[in-house]
């Protein structure tokens, strides 16, 4: 268990010394993130912790599930490490010595041979741990009842499997009884799901994470590195050397951040400014508002400012946009003409926008559409292209410091060829600018909204 028998690597420091019950790694493949897990669940298990070590300890046997993707890969993963590559043969010669176990292991019959359920570990403090492996394909029921002090998850459960997918929040259950611990290894195939989400994008404090790239592994040699970014599919790349999640081949956006990306600066007074807005109609839709930077000169187009806000009056919407400057034009989608008892707003039966006109917001005097002018609902897929267009061209760069659009644009991919309509709220408000730039405005004083509709109307 002496820290350079296994690594010396610093993000495992940073993994392990913070104090934080809930903690995960998402990582690139082949870094160490299992081992680094593994090797924590051994120290509480055993109550043993070497001088370096700075996090949570617990100072009485445990109860610890280890839970893995299906049965072989817990026998050749996560239990190999924590027991040993066989246990006829050798066990207790992975992370936990056999001095420690106690007696033989309880087998589970899953149609793979040497499949361990359960196991006794010699605590410091006197007395029995107990380490009992899990997997995913169990289904969500197997992970019901009892109160196990820590939880340790290598990879995920499918998000999308309606038998795994309620597996994470009932391990955030059994961990409530216990006020226990957390602990996640995983490289993020299955996108933004849940799981990866409640480390991304932490809601509340105690909750940490931290990220391992093929730069922070210099055990894997620099040839087979270099061959592997090569031959995966372009979609797996990053997820695979740097951790980020994938939406598979279905992405909507096929870029890079870092090719997107730029320091943010000041505008220069020739660029012109619109903004757009993506209403917050039902549970779980924030009201979103982006806006939009156009050089004309070269016709590029920076993202330059975001706002996303859940579960509150258009009139507070109205004025978080207005601050931003009541001179910039709003576009907004054709669902805008609904009536207001749909929203949150308190003044029933106006249609959305005039909310947000009545309260000093200048919103276009028609729905976002593309040049040929034709009203009503319009299709997504030409103003999509047209932003991959802008993008693969290095005409479209969003500010390094708008989180939430980064979030969004992760997770926005197709699904059967179809684009799935989730978590795209701040998206949808940046394609609605995009699709009526040819209104943004230079102007940094009020106008009033009779001369600004004649000069729409006389150019539309």
């Known amino acids: 268990m002496e820290w350079a028998q296994w690594s010396n690597k610093p993000w495992q420091l940073d993994f392990h010394n913070n104090f934080c019950k809930e903690k995960a790694t998402l990582s690139a493949n082949g870094v160490g993130k299992s081992y680094s897990v593994m090797w924590e669940v051994a120290a509480h298990l055993m109550g043993e912790y070497p001088d370096w070590y700075e996090g949570f300890k617990f100072d009485k046997p445990i109860l610890a599930w280890v839970g893995s993707v299906n049965a072989t890969l817990q026998v050749d993963g996560v239990q190999k490490i924590l027991l040993g590559s ?7 010669t992975g992370l936990i010595p056999r001095s420690k ?16 359920h359960q196991v006794s570990v010699k605590h410091s403090s006197g007395g029995h741990s107990v380490l009992v492996f899990k997997n995913y394909a169990q289904g969500w029921q197997a992970w ?19 038998t795994e997918k309620p597996i994470f929040s009932e391990c955030q259950t059994r961990l409530v009884r216990t006020s226990g611990m957390l602990l996640v290894g995983l490289t993020p195939l299955l996108g933004e799901t849940d799981l990866t989400r409640h480390f991304m994008y932490p809601k509340a404090d105690g909750i940490m994470r931290v990220t391992a790239t093929w730069d922070d592994a210099p055990h894997l040699k620099e040839e087979d590195k270099e061959r592997s970014r090569k031959t995966y599919p372009d979609h797996m790349v990053e997820t695979r050397t740097m951790g980020v999640p994938m939406m598979g081949e279905g992405r909507v956006f096929d870029c890079s951040e870092e090719e997107i990306k730029c320091k943010r600066f000041e505008r220069p007074s020739h660029f012109s400014v619109i903004a757009g807005i993506d209403f917050g109609i039902g549970a779980g839709h924030p ?5 939009l930077w156009h050089d004309r000169d070269r016709d590029i187009i920076y993202l330059a400012d975001e706002y996303r806000k859940e579960a509150t009056d258009a009139v507070y919407h109205a004025e978080a946009i207005k601050r931003r400057g009541n001179w910039i034009p709003v576009s907004w989608p054709h669902d805008g003409h609904k009536t207001s008892d749909l929203t949150k707003s308190k003044v029933d039966g106006k249609e959305i926008k005039d909310i947000y006109q009545d309260h000093g917001v200048s919103m276009l005097p028609i729905s976002a559409r593309y040049e040929r002018d ?24 969003v500010f390094d410091d708008l989180n939430y659009f980064f979030e969004e644009i992760r997770s926005f991919h197709r699904k059967d060829g179809k684009i799935v309509n989730r978590r795209e709220d701040l998206i949808k408000a940046v394609l609605y600018a995009l699709m009526m730039i040819r209104y943004a405005n230079t102007q940094t004083v009020p106008r009033r909204h009779s001369q600004f509709v004649s000069t729409l109307t006389s150019h539309a």
């Open 86 to 92: 066989d246990t006829n043969k050798n066990y207790g």
């Open 101 to 116: 176990l106690v007696g033989k292991p309880k087998y589970r019959q899953s149609g793979i041979p040497d499949t361990v």
């Open 144 to 162: 019901q009842s009892a109160a196990p002090d820590l939880i340790a998850m290598d990879e995920q459960p499918n998000d999308y499997d309606s």
């Open 287 to 291: 009201t979103a508002a982006a806006w």
């Open 374 to 397: 034709v009203g009503g609902s319009q299709p997504q897929e030409p103003i999509i292209e047209q932003l991959n267009e802008r993008i693969a061209t290095g005409r479209f760069y």
